[in-house]
């Protein structure tokens, strides 16, 4: 019953495998490359949507033997002055798990990087190094971040159901701060989740284009150039 959500950045057939041997449905991003497995489209099953095989190139057969086909479906959305984007899922069936319901379900891999700052950044105010010297602490410590983590997020979850929206519609930042504020005075539970509720954040806008790019760095050395005679 588990679904993945993953990036281009794995590897589009070897990790894919490994998820259906262990029944383990996926959704990521296709990548493009010298040593990744092209799609093989089998069948249409809408506009964009394909059903589709993963065959292994000499490559991957020769760094992971014993993988065979994997069957996969592909969809593929374009939009006007952005770069078309496929999806590969283990989801195969168009009826019970529509194209855009999945595409969309993908869109929201980003709020994992979004968990990522809230928990390095917003939920312990100022870098704090692990103050442990013993692996065992180190990892105490960890899981205790973790843990007041999710405490958080399970407290938006119930807010973001009194609200009627999904709790990603609502700002960590402040539903963090009630829980602290809870913490030192005798705010009832129900007052602080009603209190979490009416923290909503502005409509997402969307369209935004900022493409990942490497600066040149400039040196104080000047250029080699091929000089002639």
């Not at 497995?37 to 190139?57: E, I």
């Not at 939009?79 to 929201?108: C, H, K, M, W």
């Not at 843990?147 to 997020?153: E, F, G, L, S, T």
């Not at 007052?191 to 935004?208: C, E, H, I, K, T």
Request: glycine share 6%; with cysteine; charged share 30%.
């Amino acid at each position: 019953g588990m679904l993945l959500l993953l990036d281009r950045a794995f590897h589009p057939f070897v990790w894919p495998a490994r998820f259906l041997e262990r029944g383990v449905d996926f959704v990521m991003r296709a990548k493009s490359g010298r040593c990744v497995a092209t799609p093989k489209k089998l069948r249409r099953l809408g506009p964009g949507d394909w059903l589709c095989v993963l065959q292994a190139n000499a490559y991957t057969r020769r760094r992971w033997p014993g993988f065979e086909d994997v069957l996969v479906r592909m969809i593929t959305r374009r939009r006007r002055g952005f770069r078309p984007v496929s999806i590969l899922t283990s989801l195969l069936s168009a009826d019970d798990y529509p194209a855009q319901e999945i595409f969309n379900l993908y869109t929201d891999r980003w709020e994992a990087e979004l968990g990522y700052r809230e928990l390095k950044v917003h939920l312990v105010d100022e870098p704090i190094p692990f103050r442990s010297h013993r692996p065992d602490r180190v990892l105490q410590e960890a899981y205790g971040l973790l843990i007041a983590y999710n405490c958080v997020r399970a407290l938006m979850c119930r807010g973001a159901e009194v609200a009627g929206v999904r709790p990603i519609e609502l700002s960590f930042t402040e539903c963090l701060e009630h829980v602290r504020v809870a913490l030192t005075t005798r705010m009832t539970e129900t007052d602080l989740v009603d209190a979490m509720s009416r923290r909503r954040l502005p409509p997402r806008r969307r369209g935004r284009s900022c493409p990942r790019a490497v600066k040149i760095k400039m040196g104080s050395f000047p250029l080699k150039r091929n000089q002639k005679g």
